[in-house]
């Protein structure tokens, strides 16, 4: 055939261009059609995952009488890395008889666990729909419950416990390691948390869970929470608390035990004083939270961070005085009335805890006075 006119040509080759786009539109429409459906299918998965997590498995209870039990009962903590690989002290528990791993949190009070944990259903009512937040900008919500808990073997007794059914980030803070609907604390490394503190201005909605706990042994129990070999004791006798400074707590109108009054240093900026908060569930050292900026800082937002750096700090409260030569120190805008100061985690390496509530107590025990380091 004579393609010697270009027209001829055009005629020639028209049709089959048009054929030929057709098809490869056609086909290009199948795989973007495709595509889509699979990122569909694949962020459904992933929002599935968020909420199908398997329930982390408990290390066995190997608490242990020390003594006897004469010098109190020894529980080990367990060591796990959460969200952004921060370390983590875990505790199994057992709550209505079901073994469940928890977070423990000196600076927090009540047991937060997540509802769908939980071996039941139709718990009593213990309270109305309340919220807990985090520094790391998560929220945890849910109604308090009633159920039987028990740690270490101990015998099982009833305590109003959060049944956490919503993770996650606040208003403040939106892209926070709970945008997923979980975090490390709540899903995919424990299954909640467990607050063994004194008492904060505002907590109303659980029971301690140490104090609850039959015969008066958890009305009285230190915390070591050194990652290398960290534990708990309950009922620790005067031998083994021997050297601990031991501090008034502060108690509130309606005769609540809360954590006393103490300072921080920060080089030669700032002295600041409030609440002084050891916090095992804080993975930061030295976190201030105050309603006023320091005259040194810029001012913002409630909830937002205000300065950090390593400054040469000192904490103390009392007699007992602690120095870092080189400690993280984060100062952050608080809410009206809402200041403190948090001790975390890697600040407490080196720190043993008391909590003495039979006598309205804080005792705080350092092998130094100083440190040049805390890990």
């Known amino acids: 055939m004579s393609l010697s006119s270009p027209d001829a040509a055009r ?24 595509t889509v459906l699979f990122a569909g299918v694949a962020l459904a998965a992933l929002s599935a995952c968020s909420t199908t997590f398997p329930v982390p498995t408990p290390p066995a209870q190997n608490a242990a009488l020390i003594n006897g039990g004469n010098d109190g009962l020894l529980i080990p903590l367990h060591v796990e890395r959460a969200d952004q690989d921060h370390a983590r002290l875990g505790l199994p528990i057992e709550l209505d008889g079901k073994p469940l791993y928890v977070a423990l949190d000196t600076g927090t009070q009540g047991v937060r666990i997540l509802k769908s944990t939980l071996p039941g259903s139709n718990y009593a009512r213990a309270g109305d729909v309340t919220s807990l937040s985090f520094a790391n900008g998560a929220e945890v919500v849910g109604a308090a419950v009633t159920l039987p808990f028990s740690v270490g073997g101990t015998k099982p007794a009833p305590i109003a416990a959060q049944a956490v059914d919503v993770v996650r980030c ?55 929470s050194n990652v290398a070999k960290p534990y708990l004791v309950l009922s620790p006798s005067g031998a083994l608390t021997k050297g601990y400074t031991m501090l008034p707590m502060a108690a509130s109108n309606d005769g609540a035990t809360q954590w006393p009054r103490g300072c921080v240093r920060v080089a030669d900026k700032m002295t600041f004083c409030a609440p002084l908060v050891f916090a095992t569930g804080s993975s930061g050292m030295i976190r201030i939270e105050t309603d006023k900026a320091p005259n040194w800082t810029s001012d913002d937002d409630i909830g937002k961070t205000l300065n950090q750096g390593n400054y040469k700090a000192a904490i103390g409260v009392g007699s007992w005085v602690h ?18 100061i948090v001790v975390g985690l890697m600040a407490m390496q080196n720190i043993d805890v008391l909590f003495d509530f039979q006598h309205g107590q804080l005792g705080l025990h350092a092998a130094n006075a100083s440190e040049s380091f805390a890990p």
Not at 14 to 26: F, M, Y
Not at 172 to 198: H, L, Q
Not at 327 to 332: E, G
């Open 170 to 224: 606040l208003p403040t803070a939106k892209r926070c390691v709970a945008m997923d609907g979980y975090t490390g604390e709540f899903g995919w490394a424990f299954s909640g948390i467990a607050g063994i503190g004194a008492e904060l201005p505002g907590e109303d909605c659980c029971t301690q869970p140490l104090r609850a706990l039959p015969g008066n042994i958890g009305q009285r129990y230190l915390v070591r």
């Open 323 to 340: 120095r870092y030569e080189n400690a993280q120190v984060t100062i952050v805008k608080a809410k009206p009335d809402a200041n403190r």
């Open 11 to 34: 005629r020639h080759i028209r049709p089959n261009w048009r054929a030929r786009l057709h098809a490869r539109l056609h086909a290009h429409w199948r795989r973007l059609t495709a």
